[in-house]
């Protein structure tokens, strides 16, 4: 984080916001999707995007929230190009029935931000039998992922514009159990700690956008993937804790902010020109930034990217 509101060298700070990072960017033409787009930072990305002009799916569990949202958007931009589509990352049934709707559309994809999460809840199983912060929060970002990558492909070699694929994750990665990611104790319940499992789900975010690039340089596609921290930001995130225990305890001293600063680094990440070509990094603070050791480890992200598409499978 930039101390006390100090720009980095992209000229942005902890208080900017994600109009002022998107200042004068035109957007017209880009199709993206933000996944967890009905509420929070998710909600103020979507509308910042459309805002510049590009085409927003927003990808949500709850249709009537989303409306709501798209209502509100349009209300102050009535030119903007919103729809939604149903999307529960925790199950695996719903993610791929997503991406073959979105597919049968026939819409190009320029953008793809995972952005969806659920934060330190209590022991839970997916209904594929994942526990459920790593289900959710990676995995179904994982499978979403690989399902649209071709239509990202074939988008950036139709429009010869650069793919992107923002993975929102967060400082919480360095939180994560001692191993980085608890392969054969994914679904262990009596040694799961919410944050610890939170933390571990986020540094698979991270892992996620490493092996990613990885694999979209050795295949010369012209797509990008990075992962970013958004900040610390009072949204329904907290809906497992009391606000106050789960702030002090867990996020520690570092400064709130409020939603329009939350969205800004994804957006930045997403949009600016600074950030073409830059892949396989991590964002904070509209600025670029650095992980744990485990954030960089390829063998770990080679690791997890073969261990997640066996669960997929």
């Known amino acids: 984080m930039w101390p006390f509101n100090r720009k980095g060298p992209s000229g942005f700070s902890s208080s900017s916001t994600a109009e002022e990072v998107t200042a004068g960017i035109d957007a017209t033409g880009l199709t993206a999707i933000v996944t967890g787009a009905s509420s929070g930072i998710g909600s103020e990305t979507a509308r910042v995007l459309a805002l510049r002009g590009a085409h927003v799916v927003m990808g949500v569990r709850n ?12 209300k102050d931009n009535p030119s903007a190009k919103l729809d939604a589509m149903e999307l529960d990352l925790s199950s695996m049934e719903s993610v791929k029935k997503f991406a073959s709707q979105y597919k ?8 793809l931000i995972n952005n969806a999460g659920i934060m330190a809840c209590p022991f839970t199983l997916s209904k594929d039998n994942i526990e459920l912060q790593f289900a959710t929060n990676h995995i179904g970002h994982f499978l979403l992922t690989n399902l649209l990558l071709d239509t990202m492909k074939k988008t950036s070699r139709q429009s010869k514009r650069e793919g992107r694929i923002v993975n ?4 919480a990665h360095r939180f994560t159990y001692s191993e980085g990611i608890r392969f054969d104790k994914i679904n262990d319940e009596s ?3 919410s944050w610890r499992a939170y933390g571990q789900s986020k540094l698979a975010n991270i892992l996620h956008a490493n092996q990613l690039t990885t694999r979209l340089k050795e295949d010369g596609a012209d797509i990008t993937a990075n992962s970013l921290h958004p900040g610390t930001i009072a949204t329904n995130l907290f809906r497992h804790m009391g606000v106050a225990n789960g702030i002090v305890n867990a996020i520690g001293r570092l400064v709130l902010k409020n939603v ?13 020109p600074q950030v073409k070509g830059v892949s396989g990094k991590y964002f904070s603070d509209s600025n670029l ?4 050791s485990h954030g960089t480890d390829a063998d770990l992200a080679k690791k997890l990217w073969d261990f997640s598409m066996n669960l997929i499978k």
């Open 63 to 74: 249709l009537t929230a989303a409306k709501q949202v798209q209502q509100s958007i349009l």
């Open 104 to 111: 049968s559309s026939g819409r190009p994809l320029n953008i």
């Open 168 to 171: 929102v994750s967060s400082e």
């Open 191 to 193: 040694s799961y700690h």
């Open 260 to 272: 329009q600063q939350g969205a800004a680094t994804t957006c930045y990440v997403a949009l600016h």
């Open 289 to 292: 930034s650095k992980t744990t």
